[in-house]
């Protein structure tokens, strides 16, 4: 199985300053068909997780372009620009390349 | 408004099955990979099954492989997740999942413990 290593895994953050998260992956996530399926998620105390970021750097609906995923092959990034309070959460990375798909341990974001 | 709810989730007994529901709205099952995903208590996320547009496969993570069966009825526009042979490491919550994490149902609970 794909093995997805992310760090930080505690992010303590200032309100308005950036954060970055990284998540490798044991093995390239370049897809036969060309594509790279590395997804970020948020997951807020008490909610359902929620996409923000598919096939690497593409934002989906509704959120906000302070969020940014970027990377290639093994290593991809997450970063926001500028931490709000409601970024508070855990954030995920999860590869969707190879059979079966596999998340990171999750970063745990929070206001310092 | 696209939606899943799951439903069926619930206390149940080591060795016990239970069947999982996820009721889609605003979209079409069919039309999709769909997923379950779950999450234990206090952990991250562990992705279970995804079953292809067309029905005619699933994957599974080796450890439900045997148990779980991922399948789907096109007039109820609904998922399911049939689990047997039960575990204590079970227990979780269950989401249902459309299109590599594009929507999540609110989750099922489901408690493995005598």
């Known amino acids: 199985d794909v093995v997805m290593t992310q760090s930080p895994l505690s992010l303590p953050v200032t309100l308005g300053q950036p954060a970055s998260i990284s998540c490798r992956s044991s093995?390239?996530?370049?897809?036969?068909?060309?594509?790279?399926?590395l997804n970020w998620f948020q997951q807020r105390p008490g909610q359902s997780p929620r996409r923000l970021i598919y096939k690497v750097s593409n934002w989906d609906s509704g959120v906000p372009d302070r969020f940014s995923g970027s990377g290639s092959g093994t290593d991809f990034t997450l970063k926001i620009s500028r931490v709000e309070a409601e970024d508070v959460g855990v954030y995920y990375c999860?590869?969707?390349?190879?059979?079966?798909?596999?998340f990171g341990q999750g970063t745990k974001l929070e206001i310092k | 408004e696209v939606q899943l709810v799951e439903s069926g989730g619930g206390l149940v007994q080591p060795g016990g099955s239970l069947r999982l529901s996820c009721a889609a709205s605003?979209?079409?099952?069919?039309?999709?990979?769909m997923s379950w995903v779950r999450q234990a208590p206090g952990k991250g996320l562990e992705w279970m099954a995804t079953?292809?547009?067309?029905?005619?496969?699933?994957y599974y993570v080796d450890s439900v492989k045997g148990r779980f069966t991922i399948s789907r009825d096109n007039a109820k526009n609904s998922l399911y997740l049939q689990m047997n042979s039960l575990r204590v490491e079970d227990t979780a919550v269950y989401f249902c999942v459309r299109s590599g994490g594009a929507v999540w149902g609110q989750g099922a609970l489901v408690t493995v413990s005598s």
């Open positions: 079953l292809k547009p067309d029905g005619s496969e699933g």
């Open positions: 605003g979209f079409t099952v069919s039309n999709n990979w």
């Open positions: 093995q390239s996530l370049v897809s036969s068909d060309g594509n790279t399926y």
């Open positions: 999860m590869q969707g390349t190879h059979w079966p798909h596999t």
